[in-house]
């Protein structure tokens, strides 16, 4: 059973942009976890599966907040338009205990609150210390070329990770970037 020490959900609504409304409002929500690395402080272990199975068990109970944030705004998990994920490591973890927090067994919980997500979902990772911060990619969950939808989102919690803990967050976005009027090029 994964050691949790504390979850943190935050809620973004952008109304205004430029001076002008945004109608509807364009919303981001973040749910963090701050962990307990199994693996911090031992050596270089081959086998990550005990931080995969890590990762399926904290990413579900973390898609799960960010919906109920979601749904406490009067939208649902279909509203969803963009996703992304971040992890930091604590330091006496390493980067490949993010890696494996965030590649192999993080999409689907992720998917599964939302009924699907085709393309990937982009990330970050790194090592560091207490009050960190990362900054997370957001893609479209079914097209990485919508251009409406790149944006990104920055994650820090004062007092983690600490040096035994792994902090992991996923995001989910709904509208976009406040009035995005970026075009492909044809």
Same mark, same amino acid.
């Given at each position: 059973?994964?050691?949790?020490?504390?979850?943190?959900?935050?809620? $973004?609504?952008?109304?205004?942009?430029?001076? $002008?409304?945004?109608?509807?409002?364009?919303?981001?929500?973040?749910?963090?976890?701050?962990?307990?690395?199994?693996?911090?402080?031992?050596?270089?272990?081959?086998?990550?599966?005990?931080?995969?199975?890590?990762?399926?068990?904290?990413?579900?109970?973390?898609?799960?907040?960010?919906?109920?944030?979601?749904?406490?705004? !009067?939208?649902?998990?279909?509203?969803?338009?963009?996703?992304?994920?971040?992890?930091?490591?604590?330091?006496?973890?390493?980067?490949?205990?993010?890696?494996?927090?965030?590649?192999? #067994?993080?999409?689907?919980?992720?998917?599964?609150?939302? !009924?699907?997500?085709?393309?990937?979902?982009?990330?970050?990772?790194?090592?560091?210390?207490?009050?960190?911060?990362?900054?997370?990619?957001?893609?479209?969950?079914?097209? #990485?070329?919508?251009?409406?939808?790149?944006?990104?989102?920055?994650?820090?919690?004062?007092?983690?990770?600490?040096?035994?803990?792994?902090?992991?967050?996923?995001?989910?976005?709904?509208? !976009?970037?406040?009035?995005?009027?970026?075009?492909?090029?044809?």
């Amino acid at each position: 059973m994964t050691e949790i020490r504390l979850i943190h959900v935050t809620t $973004q609504e952008t109304l205004r942009e430029s001076g $002008q409304p945004v109608n509807p409002p364009t919303v981001k929500v973040i749910a963090t976890a701050v962990v307990t690395n199994p693996l911090a402080g031992k050596p270089l272990e081959a086998d990550l599966t005990v931080l995969e199975l890590m990762s399926a068990e904290v990413t579900a109970i973390l898609g799960a907040k960010a919906i109920a944030a979601i749904e406490a705004l !009067g939208l649902s998990s279909s509203d969803i338009r963009g996703y992304g994920k971040g992890a930091i490591v604590g330091t006496d973890g390493e980067l490949e205990h993010t890696a494996a927090v965030l590649h192999p #067994r993080f999409g689907a919980p992720v998917r599964a609150v939302i !009924g699907g997500g085709a393309d990937i979902i982009p990330g970050t990772k790194k090592v560091g210390a207490p009050g960190s911060s990362i900054t997370m990619p957001i893609g479209n969950k079914d097209d #990485r070329w919508e251009f409406d939808d790149m944006d990104s989102a920055e994650v820090s919690i004062g007092d983690a990770p600490r040096a035994n803990e792994m902090l992991i967050s996923v995001i989910y976005s709904v509208g !976009g970037r406040p009035h995005a009027r970026v075009t492909k090029v044809k």
